[in-house]
């Protein structure tokens, strides 16, 4: 099944305080694998950036005068996402933005049940504890060197390998000691435990063929 982890990175907390969007980023995996897919936005949110927000992601007014509006990605995000499982780290404060964003263009919000909160799966498994992403990082031993800022796109990836191990699961790897053929599975332990009978003619010939070699090389 398809699976698109998101993340979007804001001028403030609350879209209903007319905060807006500034980066938007999605990676689509297939049962939690990376596909090589991903959709990533830069956004013009046409108002100031105020100091609190650029100190978090780094995105000043200046630098995004000349990113295109929601307006103008949108088709494409909703292009992306549509019929997949869609996992966020907090995902109320991310669908506040995005469905308010959808709602003044006239769109069709997203659909809360297609959305999987990876902050409540967290809470549920470390109740009373920080379970903000760069705590769960660090409970995972995951690699956090290169989020000097907040960054969707990289938050994205941090956010699937978090998931995984939420989840307890494992990434695929090559079995090397099964290999599955049809319905049947010859695994190690089976492995060349049958035992072959030569009979008396095989080893008369095979002991002619050793003194023939035998002589062939030393005479």
Do not use: W
Not at 31 to 44: M, Q, V
Not at 101 to 122: F, T, Y
């Amino acid at each position: 099944m398809s699976e698109i982890f998101l993340d979007t990175e804001t001028t403030g907390l609350s879209f209903k305080d007319g905060h807006k969007i500034v980066e938007i980023a999605c990676i689509e995996t297939n049962d939690l694998i990376a596909t090589g897919k991903i959709f990533h936005r830069l956004i013009n949110p046409k108002r100031d950036i105020p100091e609190e927000a650029f100190k978090v992601h780094g995105f000043s007014t200046e630098f995004l005068k000349d990113k295109e509006t929601f307006d103008k990605i949108v088709e494409d995000f909703l292009s992306f996402i549509q019929g997949k499982k869609l996992i966020i780290h907090n995902a109320p404060f991310d669908l506040g933005f995005l469905n308010g964003e959808l709602k003044n263009l006239n769109k069709k919000p997203i659909d809360k049940a297609h959305v999987i909160d990876s902050l409540e799966l967290a809470r549920n498994k470390f109740p009373g504890s920080s379970n903000s992403l760069d705590a769960l990082c660090k409970k995972f031993n995951i690699d956090l060197s290169k989020r000097t800022k907040h960054n969707a796109l990289l938050d994205c990836e941090l956010l699937r390998e978090v998931y995984i191990n939420l989840l307890d699961a494992k990434e695929p790897k090559f079995n090397l000691l099964a290999a599955n053929t049809g319905n049947q599975v010859f695994k190690s332990e089976s492995y060349n435990k049958k035992i072959i009978n030569i009979s008396e003619d095989e080893i008369k010939l095979h002991n002619e063929f050793l003194k023939k070699e035998l002589k062939k090389n030393y005479h």
